[in-house]
């Protein structure tokens, strides 16, 4: 699976970075980071959640 | 549990839907919606939709393969219209029952409209298509209603080249919600660019050319928009049992009667973390809840009450507003981090004497973080204000 990020989308909320720590970051701005492309397995679920609370559909789980 | 039913097909609808199917439900799940689109996102529709940067196509929540997986019984374009309670049955416009075994109830909010024709309201991807295609240079246009809606169609506007009139009924815009401080600061960034705010006027009606004043005074206008809050969307729920009072309302756990739960903006529930019941138009609480319900509705033995801190964002102008909490109510704002004079702060806010919300201008996200942790700690107030800086207080 791999994450794929929107930034132009973000609206700078910071719910992925609350549902996932390890795997989303913002940068000064607020804008969301992505610190792993392909997260580890056991990231997944936080991963998912972050898609799910994302105000701004920012971000995509992607199978590869 | 073998047939869902989720009415309301937007953010809560949605994000019920996805959890539903996230937490192996594999039932029949119908989502239904009145509007003929795909699920698609709002808060763009007063900013980058309305400044004509985005067209509507950018704002589908999710693509037509992440939803084709969900494996829907989708009926769009169709209302429902009646709720059968006893019978577990939604009855919908075009004359079908729905039977089922869950609910989830998502129908939002409408706009609240002021008498008379003409005006715009914005709430949907028509309301910002048919308002752009008026917001050309010079066009005078009045918004009825300084909340953070109309303040951001205003910024829009102002920024297109419109000549701007922002009328609001209460003495300082936004008041009631963030404090009179913060208000008159983000009121002022509407003023230093012209845009002509006055406030303490109350519109009686909207005319041909423009709207009537209480005094009866016309200001005059090419357009009007009218954003002056909105009802929730709970009529076709009449005679059903279900209990509405502005609102759909539940316990904390989103429920609203067995097997039958409530999210977004029509939900009012009440939220364990701050002792009281609310309803809430934010973006990030309709996903939320819609979650939260999704969860309950599916293992309501094991269910978590929903204890969130709300949180929202504005864009106005340049500056970004975020805040977490429940400001509404509040006793006293305090500035704790920056100055409002060059908005750049964090503005925290007592109820009783715990710190209840924050509300950030301009400040990075780290510096927020730690508030909304405080928040969602129940912090007391003299310990979460307590700092090397004196704090500076403002109301
Ligand atoms: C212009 C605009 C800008 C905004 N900006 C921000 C922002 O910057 N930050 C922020 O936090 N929030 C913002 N919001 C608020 C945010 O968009 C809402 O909180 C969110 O859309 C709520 O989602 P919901 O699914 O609960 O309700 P809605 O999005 O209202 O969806 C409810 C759906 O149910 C449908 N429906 C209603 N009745 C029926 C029925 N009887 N049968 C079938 N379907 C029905 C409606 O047509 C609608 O599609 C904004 C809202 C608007 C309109
Ligand atoms: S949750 Fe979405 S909008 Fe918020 S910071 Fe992350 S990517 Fe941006």
């Not at chain 2, 002022?188 to 006027?201: D, K, P, S, T």
Request: hydrophobic letters at 45%; one cysteine or more; a negative charge.
């Amino acid at each position: 699976m791999k994450v794929e990020l929107e930034a132009d989308k973000c609206v700078a909320s910071g719910q992925c970075v609350l549902a996932a720590m390890d795997v989303f970051d913002q940068d000064d701005d607020g804008i969301a980071i992505l610190l792993a492309d392909e997260p580890a397995v056991e990231l997944l679920d936080d991963v998912k959640e972050a898609v799910a609370v994302c105000p701004a559909a920012a971000i995509r789980l992607v199978e590869q | 549990m073998r047939r869902i039913v989720v009415v309301g097909a937007s953010a809560a609808g949605l994000a019920a839907a996805e959890t539903l199917r996230r937490e192996g439900y594999d039932g029949t799940l119908t989502l239904v919606g009145d509007e003929p689109l795909a699920p698609y996102d709002r808060p763009p529709l007063s900013k980058q939709v309305l400044a004509a940067e985005w067209e509507p196509e950018r704002l589908a929540l999710r693509t037509a393969d992440a939803l084709a997986a969900l494996n829907l019984d989708l009926r769009l374009g169709v209302a429902a219209t009646g709720l059968e309670l006893t019978g577990r049955t939604v009855e919908l416009a075009d004359g079908s029952a729905l039977p089922y075994d869950g609910l989830i109830v998502a129908t939002g909010v409408r706009p609240r409209r002021l008498p008379g024709e003409g005006a715009h309201v914005l709430r949907g991807i028509g309301d910002a298509l048919a308002l752009r295609e008026r917001l050309t240079p010079g066009r005078r246009l009045v918004v009825v209603g300084a909340g953070f809606l109309g303040a951001e169609a205003a910024a829009v506007a102002w920024r297109l080249g419109c000549e701007v009139t922002l009328l609001e009924p209460a003495p300082v815009p936004l008041a009631h919600a963030v404090g009179a401080e913060v208000g008159e600061i983000l009121t002022r960034a509407h003023r230093e660019r012209g845009v002509n705010l006055r406030c303490g006027v109350a519109v009686t009606e909207v005319t041909e050319d423009g709207v009537r004043l209480a005094d009866g005074e016309l200001v005059d206008a090419d357009e009007v928009l009218v954003a002056v809050g909105s009802l929730p969307n709970t009529e076709w729920l009449a005679g059903s049992g279900l209990t509405v009072g502005d609102g759909v309302v539940c316990d904390e756990y989103c429920a609203a009667a067995q097997g039958v739960y409530a999210a977004g903006d029509v939900a009012r529930w009440h939220n364990p973390l701050f002792g009281t019941s609310m309803r809430i138009e934010h973006r990030t609480n309709a996903a939320e809840q819609g979650m939260a319900a999704a969860r309950n509705l599916l293992a309501p033995d094991a269910g978590r009450p929903f204890a969130p801190v709300p949180y929202f964002w504005s864009d106005q102008y340049d500056m970004k507003v975020q805040a977490y909490g429940y400001l509404r109510g509040h006793d006293e704002v305090a500035v704790v981090e920056g100055g409002m004079a060059d908005r750049r702060f964090v503005a925290a806010y007592r109820t009783g004497d715990r710190l209840t919300g924050v509300l950030a201008v301009g400040m990075p996200p780290k510096a927020i973080r730690r508030w909304r942790q405080a928040i969602a700690g129940r912090a007391a107030w003299q310990d979460a204000v307590r700092t090397e800086v004196p704090v500076t207080e403002v109301s």
